[in-house]
Structure formats: C-alpha cells, structure tokens
C-alpha cells in the first residue's frame, strides 16, 4: 500500500506535449436568491496541444459552465470565485475586457450549445463572417470574400449560404457556420458545447466528421463537450468526465472505456447502449443532491454503491492511478493501484 | 417536407402583410397626401383671416363651390384650413416623437447594457415621468412660454415621449444580451457600439417601430389639446387652434357643424389608423398575439 502515490496533483502529472490551456481549481458559482449554485467547484483540469479532451456528464452537471468559465463569459448570475485559467501559461481570469479581447476568438474560440440561437435572425451569414474578422483584423474589403469562402470550403458549406439568412439555412449548415465561425482567426482552442446534440442521427456523424477535419488541418485543441459517450469514444483523446460541479475522473480514452475506475464513469459506459445484448437500464439509488448544498467528504455519496464511512468525512482528492489518468475517489484510486501491481491494468 | 419548407416561406405569411398594420398606414398615408397634394389643388391663401366671405356652409347645405367646405365666422376657408392644419400636426407628432425616441435609444440602451446605478437613475426618472400628469404640466409650461411655432411646443411635447421608448429599449436589450447570438458576438469581439445598433437594434425594430406610432399619436393629441385649450401657436391654422376658435366663436350653439366637426373628424381618423398601425405591429412583433395563420 505504501507504494501508492495518492497525493500527486493533476499539475504535476508528466507528460510530453505541451499544455496549451490549464484551469486550476476553478469554482464557479450562480448567486441565486436561495442560494449559491456551486456549478463548478474546484475544476483542474490540462489541454494539451493538439489534443481533443471529452467532457462528459448528465445535463446540468457544469459543463457549459466550465466552458464559459474558461471564455470568461458566465451567465449572470453566475460569478467566477477562484482558480486560475492559464493560455500558454498566462493567467486571464480577472484581466480587463481590453486584454481579453487579445485572448478571445484569436486563441481561444466556441463552437456554441445550440447552433440555432447563435446567429442573428436578421444578418446575412457573410455579414455576421466578417464582423468577427474585423472585429480583429484590418481587412481589405477584397480579401473578405475569399476569406469567408475558403472557410465555407473547410467546413463544407455550399458557397450561395454567403448571402443567405440563418433562417434559410437548415440546423446542420447552422452547425456548419458555427464551426466556420470558430476558425475565423486560426484559435489555438475549440470548444465546443456539445455541438452535435441537436442534430439527427446522421447528420451528427458527419458535423462530428467535419469538426475533426477542421481540427486536423488547423492542428488546434479541442475541448468537445457531449453527452453521447458513444461519440466521445471515437473523436476524443482524453474524456474527462465531471459529476454535480466537480470532476470525478480524467484519463486517456481507451483505458477509461476499457477500465473506469469511478463508480460514476463506470455507471456511464454502462449505459452505453449495445445491440449485442440487451441489458436492463441500471438506475442508482438516491438523487443528484442539491448543488446549493452540497455535502461534506464525497460528490458522489448518494448514488455510490461502494460508500463507506470515510468518504462522507472527508472529500478525495485526485489520485493519479496511470499516465494522464486521475480520479477523484480513494478507493477507486486503491482499486486500480493494487490491480496495476497485479498486472492487470494494462489497456 | 421539402414541401412544407416552401410553404413556410410563402410571402403570404409575411408578418408585415398584417391587415390591422396595412390599413392604418394606408389610411395615415391618404391623410397626409390630402395635406401635401392639398397645397397644389387649393390656394391655401384661403386659410387666413378675412380671405373669405364669413359664415358660409358647406356646398350641399347651399354653399358655394368657391368654398366647398364652408366658411367660419373669420372669414377663413374651411378646406384650406384644413388642408394647412393636417401637415402642421403631423409634424407637431413626428418632430416630438422622434426626439422621444431618440432619447430613449440612447437612455435605454445606457440602462439595459450598462445596468448597476446607471440603470437604477434612468429608470427611476423614467418611472417618475411617467406617473406625472402630462397634459397639467403641459399647460402649465404653456402658460409661462408663450409658443411662437410647433416646432418649439413639439419640443416640450417630447420631454414628456421619452420614458416610453426608454423602458421598451430598455427591456428589449436586458433580454437581447443573454440571446446566444449577442453572447457569440461579445466573445468574437464585437464592440458595444456595434451590439447596440448591428446586432441589437435592427431585432427591436417592430418594438421600436410600435411605441413610436404610438409617441406619434400621442403628441398629436397634446398638441391638440393645449391648442384647443388656446394655448398653442396661433398663427398657423392647426387642427386644435380650428376647435379653439370654433369653441370660442360658440359654433355648436350657432349650429355650425362645418366648423367644429372636420376637424374632429381628421382627428379621429388619425388616432384610429394609428391605433391600428400600433396593434398591427404589436401582432407582427408577438406572433402570439397573430392567432391561428389559416
Ligand atoms: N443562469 C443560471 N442561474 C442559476 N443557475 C444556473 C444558471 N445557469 C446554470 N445554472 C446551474 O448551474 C448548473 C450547471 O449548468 P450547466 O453548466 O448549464 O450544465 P451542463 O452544461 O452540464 O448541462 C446547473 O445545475 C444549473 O442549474
Ligand atoms: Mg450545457
């Protein structure tokens, strides 16, 4: 037991790439009149370059929430009450809006939750283009157009959406301009609020396919937030998976799906529909507790099958259980250690 | 599918081919047409005092066709009055309204956008003149300026056509800034500026267009009202200064309803089709309020 090293910080995991974007210990927090809504608490997490990291997790879980954390761009009431948010190792939380604006959309751009809402009904799509380059860049009127074409091509939008309205647009071409408009200025980091959830079946595949594309050709960071581990399992790198605020577990894809340590993570990929087998819908014990109130020790003692004493008391920490691999439960972190010195935990 | 696409996007549909709308401006349009083609068909010469023989009726009570509306007991000519009085109130209305609306523009989008005490002083004054009674003050302060043209009482008139359009500005850019396509526009780099006015506005315009039909009817009927109350200009015949003088002459005992009533009616023709205009674009702005499309 002694060998287990429970006490390494996400931080200082090795690691190889570089890391283009860090957040640490990030708490975000919705001032309600009933209430502080804990959406984020205590998020630390690393992007590496040219590296899609999943977020995974039920719906109101924080996801969105950590996303605009990081573009500095939560709703009210909704405040960021600490940690750091570092691009390239430079901290941007609680710089001015004018230093901002070095940061966002040139470094760091948002494919949005919901395509639908986020073009504006009444400005042609080439309009809505070249507000954002010029918003950034002295352009000639001349270049604008090719620019804007070009953009089209990589996303695969026909070029006659150049003078159309949003409304004349189907949701996947929407989807489409979306992601035209998050490479107008060659960010460093995407990300993308589950961009294919409002879509049909096929039409996620092949929006999900462009995204990667873009993302090979630009060579950028991606962050894909997404609901449908299926998907996940196939365009991301990294999943991390986030539960009630808090992230419960962070790791190389292939060993998450093969090993989940998390009992939460382990719950998700069980949920995973097959057609091989049909398997009864597993469904937990105890409901997602009150994010104004949240308990004392662990996030996920109510619905945890494994709970113990010690893990109301006492809040875990994240253990590093393998390369780029964390978790935040003791036991799990345990579980999987001895497991390793068995030699059986090699994906 | 593809069918009911096109469906859709039938121009029939069209929110602005709102009957209500159509109507009414067809109707203010017409009006404002009588007033400007007016001049080029009829010597307005008429509408001044002792340019006419006095009493006249109209020319199916036995008049003359010189006079076809009549005479009053001034010797003006009715239609020429009329003629004069129409465009002189119309731009009493627009003059007021669009200082109004200007100021609310720039007030409301100060107080949505900004928030914080900005907010809290501009709403609080915009609350504070919307509870006073317009037309009291009005008279008051036309009883201490004496008003030597509409443009100057149009301009009184529109200290009190602001706090409207500052409150549906106001709101409207609360609810804008949380819409995702603002957000997106704020994260691309956007400046406030263009927000406001590219991104923002041209999505209030029905809103906007709506309260300033309404500001427009609105100063038409306090300009109105101080020049039926004789407090207005006097020298340029209007709709008001007409019932002014046709009060003051007792015309209703005298029995002389060409004076008293074209003006009454104009005004009510107005008020209704500008009644419409504001309904009609209240349905093209809430597609709630349209009821079931056929
Ligand atoms: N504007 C808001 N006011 C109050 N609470 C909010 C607001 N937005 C989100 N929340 C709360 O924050 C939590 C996380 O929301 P969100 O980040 O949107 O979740 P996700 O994207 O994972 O579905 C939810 O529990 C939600 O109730
Ligand atoms: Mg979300």
């Known amino acids: 037991m002694s060998t287990i090293n429970t006490e390494n910080l996400i931080l200082d995991a090795p690691t190889d790439a570089k890391k283009v974007l860090e957040v640490e210990n990030l708490r975000v927090q919705y001032d309600t009149p009933r209430g502080a809504v804990r959406a984020a608490d205590d998020v630390s997490f690393y992007l590496k370059e040219k590296e899609i990291l999943g977020l995974v997790g039920e719906s ?35 710089i001015p809006e004018s230093e901002l604006r070095k940061y966002r959309w040139t470094e760091l751009s948002l494919i949005p939750q919901g395509a639908m809402n986020s073009l504006n009904p009444v400005i042609k799509i080439k309009e809505q283009m070249a507000d954002a380059i010029r918003a950034h860049e002295n352009i ?3 270049d604008l157009k090719p620019r804007i074409l070009k953009l089209f091509n990589d996303v695969g939008l026909p070029e006659r959406v150049y003078n159309m309205y949003p409304h004349e647009l189907s949701g996947g071409m929407k989807q489409r301009v979306c992601i035209a408009m998050s490479i107008v200025l060659n960010p460093s980091v995407i990300i993308a609020d589950e961009p294919t959830s409002a879509l049909d079946v096929v039409v996620q595949r092949v929006v999900a396919q462009t995204i990667l594309e873009v993302k090979e050709r630009l060579g950028v960071s991606m962050i894909m937030i997404g609901h449908d581990m299926g998907l996940q399992a196939q365009m991301v790198d990294r999943v991390a998976v986030m539960y009630a605020g808090r992230l419960v577990e962070i790791g190389p894809v292939m060993k998450m799906f093969k090993n989940p340590t998390h009992p939460y993570t382990q719950l998700l990929i069980e949920a995973i529909p097959s057609i091989k087998e049909k398997k009864p819908l597993k469904v937990t014990e105890g409901l997602t507790h009150d994010l104004r109130n949240t308990p004392e020790g662990c996030i996920y003692q109510f619905r945890c099958e494994h709970v113990e004493d010690s893990c109301c008391n006492e809040p875990p920490r994240m253990y590093q259980v393998g390369i780029d691999h964390f978790v935040s439960c003791r036991h799990a972190a345990e579980r999987a250690r001895s497991m390793e010195l068995l030699g059986g935990y090699h994906g | 599918m593809e069918q009911k696409k096109v469906r859709r996007w039938n121009t029939w549909d069209n929110p602005w081919l709102n009957t209500k709308f159509l109507i009414g401006i067809s109707i203010v349009i017409l009006v404002v047409l009588f007033g400007l083609l007016g001049r080029i068909f009829w010597n307005v010469e008429l509408a001044y005092v002792g340019s006419s023989p006095l009493n006249l009726p109209p020319v199916w009570q036995g008049g003359v066709p010189e006079h076809p509306l009549g005479t009053e007991s001034n010797g003006r000519d009715m239609l020429a009055q009329l003629i004069v009085a129409i465009p002189s109130s119309f731009k009493v209305g627009l003059i007021a309204a669009s200082v109004g609306m200007t100021a609310g523009l720039v007030l409301g989008s100060l107080a949505g956008y900004f928030g914080g005490w900005v907010d809290a002083v501009i709403r609080t004054l915009a609350d504070a003149v919307v509870t006073i009674p317009t037309l009291a003050v009005l008279i008051v302060i036309a009883a201490f300026f004496t008003m030597r043209d509409t443009t100057s009482m149009a301009l009184i008139l529109a200290m009190f056509a602001w706090p409207g359009p500052t409150r549906i500005v106001r709101s409207q850019v609360l609810s804008l800034r949380e819409r995702g396509y603002i957000r997106m526009a704020v994260l691309s780099g956007e400046r406030p500026f263009g927000l406001m006015f590219r991104e923002m506005l041209p999505n209030m315009l ?26 207005g200009p006097t020298r340029v015949p209007s709709l008001g200064t007409i019932i002014n003088q046709a009060q003051t002459s007792s015309a209703l005992i005298r029995g002389m309803v060409w004076w008293w009533f074209p003006p009454i009616l104009v005004l009510m023709i107005i008020f209704t089709s500008f009644f419409l205009i504001t309904t009609g674009l209240d349905e093209i702005a809430n597609p709630r309020l349209r009821g079931l499309n056929k």
Do not use: D, F, H, Y
């Not at chain 1, 879980?61 to 009431?77: D, E, N, R, W, Y």
């Open chain 1, 140 to 142: 000639k009127k001349k």
């Open chain 2, 206 to 231: 029905p809103w906007i267009a709506a309260s300033i039909t309404g500001n427009i009817s609105g100063a038409i009927l306090g300009a109105t009202s101080l020049e039926a109350l004789g407090l």
């Open chain 1, 60 to 94: 109101g879980c924080g996801k969105t929430t950590t996303a605009m954390a990081i573009l500095q761009m939560v709703q009210s009431p909704g405040r960021i009450v600490g940690g750091q948010i570092r691009i390239n190792g430079r901290n941007i939380v609680g």
